[in-house]
């Protein structure tokens, strides 16, 4: 007979069986009730009277309309601000240089969203008690039209951000980096937002194949005054699919990278250290790009670009807790997830994972739910906050 497993402290499963005794059952209840009353009392054989004729809610996880989350589908998106924070699809991949099928992401990513429950048992959070969400659909894009579709997207980032819903954007692929940054600069007056790019790839340069592609978000985006180039921190870079001109751009503007090398033999808690230090420094909240493909290639197959040799889930996940945690964040966009190329859906249920853990590391570190707007928002947009560029 082997002895119990001894700790220096409780352990984190004792821990989060005592969070989930504190948790209220409030949500739960609303759903049930709402559930039987738009969903019609089951039939009388049913002996759980909480399940309704019609799937209403998270129960049963293969039925219902995909939303993110099965969150309440927002048609009037006036409404945003009523929430602590909005899911938003971008499906466009005009971008995409290689592999397309991006476009699809938004609803691979809401597809096996379905798998999940609301609650997280080492957090003890659960999202449907702490927070209101909703899903607001998809900006219409202009298929194999980058910049209207840009257009679109700033426009539509800006008016999620501005109405103090936190946004989460569901990519498409990373081109929309850029003008998701855009519209959230259009509503920060002089304040300032600091970038964290989680990716195999520097997307620094100027065009790619003359128009400005997946590969060049951040040379554009740290073109404009609130998104200075010293605070872009980038996570995960290197391999064979890092362009020189980007490299070049990153040296003369002096960005901010870490190989995966360098996570590893600094410490993933001196590679956050360094991330919340020079993404912070001078600047009011933190913008979070999290390209899929910085995870090894072999847990996220499907993807435009897949590179191997990058960061295992466990370490990405732990860098954006801390970073999260840490840093006053204003947004998250999670791209590159290419559907067609995907094996067993484990492409989009790992950007699953990552919006789930953003929107709970927003909980625990106090941020979410949302008082009020934060103060970094300002009411009136600024609509040239880019450079001309032609």
Same mark, same amino acid.
């Given at each position: ?17 005592q ?13 049930v ?33 995909n ?41 691979? +990513? ?28 998809d ?9 209207k ?30 003008p ?26 100027e ?8 590969t ?30 980007g490299v ?31 993404a ?6 933190v ?6 493909d ?8 499907g ?16 860098l ?11 947004? +998250? ?6 559907p ?7 492409t ?43």
């Amino acid at each position: 007979m082997t002895d119990e497993p001894t700790f220096r402290r409780p352990s984190e499963a004792s821990e989060a069986l005592q969070k989930e005794a504190r948790l209220p059952m409030t949500g739960w209840q609303q759903e049930v009730d709402q559930g039987l009353t738009y969903g019609l009392e089951a039939a009388e054989s049913i002996r759980d009277r909480t399940i309704p004729t019609f799937s209403r809610g998270e129960l049963p996880h293969y039925a219902g309309i995909n939303t993110f989350l099965k969150a309440p589908y927002l048609e009037d998106v006036r409404k945003v601000g009523n929430y602590d924070v909005a899911i938003v699809g971008v499906p466009h991949d005009s971008g995409t240089t290689y592999r397309p099928g991006t476009r699809f992401g938004p609803q691979g +990513i809401r597809k096996i969203s379905a798998l999940y429950t609301p609650y997280n048992f080492e957090l003890g959070v659960d999202l449907r008690e702490q927070i209101t969400l909703c899903d607001v659909g998809d900006v219409f894009t202009i298929p194999a039209n980058n910049e209207k579709s840009f257009d679109q997207i700033s426009k539509g980032i800006a008016h999620i951000f501005s109405s103090g819903a936190f946004p989460i954007i569901l990519g498409g692929d990373h081109s929309i980096g850029f003008p998701t940054v855009r519209g959230v600069c259009r509503h920060l007056g002089d304040k300032k937002v600091g970038i964290i790019h989680f990716d195999r790839h520097v997307d620094t340069q100027e065009t790619d194949l003359d128009e400005r592609m997946h590969t060049c978000p951040w040379f554009h985006a740290t073109n404009m005054a609130n998104a200075p180039a010293e605070n872009l921190v980038q996570l995960g870079i290197g391999g064979w699919q890092v362009p020189r001109q980007g490299v070049k751009v990153c040296r003369e503007r002096g960005t901010n990278i870490l190989t995966v090398t360098d996570i590893m033999e600094m410490g993933l808690d001196a590679a956050a250290d360094f991330a919340i230090e020079k993404a912070t420094d001078g600047t009011d909240c933190v913008w979070i790009s999290f390209d899929i493909d910085c995870i090894d290639a072999g847990f996220v197959p499907g993807t435009g670009w897949p590179e191997p040799g990058g960061l295992m889930p466990r370490e990405a996940l732990y860098l954006l807790k801390r970073i999260i945690q840490e840093t006053t964040v204003c947004g +998250i966009e999670v791209v590159e997830v290419s559907p067609p190329y995907d094996v067993s859906d484990m492409t989009a249920l790992m950007a699953t994972r990552v919006i789930c853990d953003t929107m709970a590391h927003l909980v625990v570190s106090g941020q979410l739910p949302r008082q009020g707007k934060p103060d970094y928002i300002h009411d009136e947009a600024n609509m040239n906050v880019d450079q001309a560029w032609e």
